[in-house]
């Protein structure tokens, strides 16, 4: 009884540590819809570190967390209509933050457990690939939620 639990023990612990790479990510890899390389071919190497590798941006170092124009921001990978400026909100973070995306259908949430946290990540649901994350944190009364983006991860295109 005490090996099978050991054994128990053992192999959760490996489990686990084949969901991480190296850096303590979560092994984003197996969800994309296609190959790390090619998505290297596609994107700059700001998007690529942010969508592929799961990075973040530094909060008031990136394109979109001051913008106020009018218009919508598609990802950086496939053009694909994510956000709109009318939910755009000054969250005070320094990335910018949005109420939802224009269609829940076009993202997904998925657990993140990486760095030490566990929190739910924002990825492209035809893609894979990570935008940001969402909280529970945003205006009450515009349905509670603040989806903080990676400015790298999207572009924007004025109205």
Not at 79 to 89: A, H, I
Not at 97 to 118: A, E, L, Q
Request: glycine letters at 8%.
């Amino acid at each position: 009884m005490k090996k099978s639990f050991s054994a128990v023990i053992i192999l959760c612990a490996v489990a686990a540590l084949g969901c991480q790479n190296s850096n303590g990510q979560n092994n984003t890899a197996s969800r994309l819809s296609k190959p790390p390389a090619e998505w290297k071919k596609q994107l700059d190497a700001n998007a690529y570190h942010i969508m592929v590798e799961s990075g973040t941006e530094p909060p008031y170092h990136n394109a979109y967390w001051n913008n106020h124009q009018k218009g919508v921001y598609v990802s950086a990978a496939t053009g694909e209509v994510l956000f709109t400026s009318d939910d755009k909100y000054d969250s005070g973070t320094g990335w910018p933050s949005f109420v939802k995306p224009v269609d829940v259908k076009k993202v997904k949430i998925v657990t993140d457990n990486t760095d030490g946290m566990t929190r739910d990540e924002v990825i492209e649901r035809s893609t894979g690939l990570h935008l940001g994350h969402v909280f529970d944190d945003g205006p009450a009364d515009r349905g509670g939620k603040r989806y903080c983006m990676n400015s790298g991860a999207l572009k924007f295109i004025k109205k």
